[in-house]
């Protein structure tokens, strides 16, 4: 049987940051785009934070475990002990990413903040930390058949701001035709200088 077609299976993003950063909403509003009309922001406690994701899917106040209660879903966690496979999108009602900034060094907080208190069952997409549209780009693709073994994974792409300045980020990206999908607008908020971001 061949996996769920992108119109069937929801992509669940659970908030779990305090405010909602320049950052943050620039990877929402990407992973939103990569599964149009099906996304779900779970965890959302602020009025205001509510009012603008609502610009990129659906909003609740609770958590995915109790707004999915009785659905077939997957959390995709880094320390899940079975990876995601296109059979897995067989049935399945949603998929759950963290909405989490990552650190340099990984803390496990997908498990400690959702996988820990779910029912739910979890799935890893390989032992690299990637951003959460970089997570929901690799999810969509292994729900139209790709194995997560033949998707190339950048890591730790440098961003030039000038010269003799530069950023790593330490995470990974998909890569396509030789390129790493980096979040759309985050170099430009990257190489702003700093008295702009904070207009």
């Known amino acids: 049987m061949s996996p769920l077609s992108m119109k069937e299976t929801l992509l ?5 940051e305090k405010g909602l950063s320049e950052w943050l909403t620039l990877e929402y509003r990407h992973a939103a785009n990569i599964w149009p009309r099906h996304t779900l922001f779970t965890n959302v406690k602020s009025p205001a934070t509510a009012a603008k994701l609502r610009a990129y899917g659906e909003v609740t106040r609770e958590k995915a475990n109790d707004h999915l209660a009785g ?6 966690d880094p320390k899940a002990a079975a990876p995601l496979t296109p059979h897995d999108f067989t049935g399945l009602y949603a998929v759950i990413i963290g909405g989490i900034l990552g650190y340099k060094t990984p803390r496990g907080r997908t498990k400690a903040l959702i996988s820990d208190h779910s ?3 979890t799935r890893h997409i390989g032992s690299i930390q990637l951003t959460i549209d970089g997570a929901a780009f690799v999810a969509k693709a292994i729900a139209l058949g790709m194995k997560l073994e033949d998707i190339e994974i950048a890591y730790e792409v440098e961003i030039t701001h000038n010269p003799v300045h530069s950023t790593v ?11 790493p999908i980096i979040t ?4 430009e908020y990257l190489t702003r200088d700093e008295e702009t ?3």
């Open 12 to 16: 669940v993003v659970e908030h779990c």
């Open 71 to 76: 659905h077939r879903c997957l959390i995709l």
């Open 119 to 121: 029912s739910f069952e």
């Open 169 to 179: 980020l330490p995470f990974g990206y998909p890569v396509i035709d030789g390129k």
């Open 184 to 187: 759309p607008g985050l170099i």
């Open 197 to 199: 971001k904070k207009t």
